[in-house]
């Protein structure tokens, strides 16, 4: 008898063990504040990087890129992804600026852990999902490339790589921004698969994402990553606890 108690005891544990994590949450690990993407090109641990180049900068204290990344990030078809943002004419410079900071927000935030999710991808395990980029950021982020031109409003798939670069589908015909995207928020959502989600809140309001700050300000997105972190972990504890009342009440039967 005391053997077949001590075994359920196990088994009690065990699923109390398992049902911890809640199907369905963004990441299989707890810890969502400052951490890192298993992907192509993220160190495995954010840190200091004083060097990193211009746009990147503003993470130097805490990235999850390297040196090489940053520099890389700046580049026209650059070593690390062999993506031509001039796939249909000359980007306007304003445009670029924009993707430029997209990439090093994407490479370099250690601010991203509630939107991480996992994918069966060669080239990375994890991705965001609809991070809440601020609407002032998709705004100006539309407005300033709107009159420049694409081939597609979701850049991450679809393209010909044959040349070892990414070109527009045979076929296809060049438009400006805003015939593949009409608004900001079809821009934030749509151009990277969903990894951005328009957010109806402002910069500064501790709700959204930033894509631009002023690191002399400190970085704005430590207070947003938390938020969310703290909501999400609020919501498994809610939606845990039905198992975890009857497991209770299976352990106090076993030893009474």
Known sequence: MAWQMTQLLLLVLVAAAWGAQVPGT???????????????????????????????????????CFVNTSTEAHKDISSLYRFDWDHCSKMEPACKRHFIQDTCLYECSPNLGPWIQEVNQSWRKERI?????????????????????????????????????????????????????????????????????????????????QMWFDPFQGNPNEEVARFYAESMNGARLHEAWPLHFCLLLVLLWLLS
């Open 26 to 64: 963004p990441r299989a690990r707890t810890n969502l504040l400052n951490v890192c993407m298993d992907a192509k090109h993220h160190k495995a641990e954010p840190g200091p990087e004083d060097s990193l180049h211009e746009q990147c900068s503003p993470w130097k204290k805490n990235a999850c």
């Open 129 to 209: 999902l609809n991070v809440p980029l601020c609407k002032e950021d998709c705004q100006s982020w539309w407005e300033d490339c709107r009159t420049s031109y694409t081939c597609k409003s979701n850049w991450h798939r679809g393209w010909n790589w044959t040349s070892g670069y990414n070109q527009c589908p045979v076929k296809v015909a060049c438009h400006r921004f805003d015939f593949y995207f009409p608004t900001p928020a079809a821009l934030c959502n749509e151009i990277w698969s969903h990894s951005y989600k328009a957010s109806n809140y402002s910069r500064g309001s501790g709700r959204c994402i």
